[in-house]
């Protein structure tokens, strides 16, 4: 018995690797990102973008395009994310990468704007005003970011930013 359990692990990854291939294939491309198996997750990226599938391929463009992101290359994963807000379902991920990728870069107007973009598609999201407070920070506009640290805690009590602020609070008791 102990020698048919030795492959047990590496039977169930291969296996739960391949149904996900065939059912969640982009859920399997971030997890393997998210891992450190970037050219395996480009593989499955292109896959979904060919596959006719619009949902998977709005969201393979936002992977893709993150994954750009993290190497620095901004014109690329501006690419992949305006290609992403073509699609309802992905256009308010696709605007916050964008402000994301404008924020790297040191455009923190045109970050604001992007952010704004994103807010229209989910005004119910605080993640979004969260990071247009980090923006008007950036921007000298302190009582504005607080306004919006304020909008999004509203939105998101569990938030991290609702964590940090309600632990400064108790322990300033």
């Known amino acids: 018995m102990e020698g048919s359990l030795r492959n047990f692990d ?3 990854d291969m296996t739960v690797t391949n ?3 065939h059912t969640h294939p982009y859920d399997l491309a971030c997890h393997l990102y998210e891992y450190g198996d970037t050219n395996a997750a480009l593989q499955i990226i292109r896959q ?4 006719g599938n619009a949902k998977e391929r709005a969201w ?3 992977l893709w395009g993150v994954m750009l992101l993290d190497q620095h290359q901004y014109k690329g994963a501006e690419d992949k994310f305006n290609e992403a807000a073509k699609d309802k379902i992905t ?3 696709a ?3 964008l402000a994301g990728s404008a924020e790297s870069q040191g455009s923190n107007n045109l970050a604001m704007v992007l952010a704004d973009r994103a807010i229209k598609y989910a005004p119910t999201r605080g993640d979004a005003y969260a990071f247009r407070g980090l923006i008007r920070c950036k921007l000298n506009d302190y009582s504005g970011g607080l306004a919006e640290f304020d909008r999004e805690i509203a939105l998101d009590p569990k938030s991290l930013i609702a964590d940090r602020k309600s632990t ?4 300033s008791h």
């Open 10 to 12: 590496q039977l169930l």
């Open 19 to 21: 149904i996900l291939n």
């Open 48 to 51: 979904c973008i060919d596959n």
């Open 60 to 62: 393979a463009n936002i």
């Open 91 to 93: 256009a308010y991920h």
């Open 95 to 97: 605007h916050c990468n």
């Open 168 to 171: 400064r609070l108790n322990s």
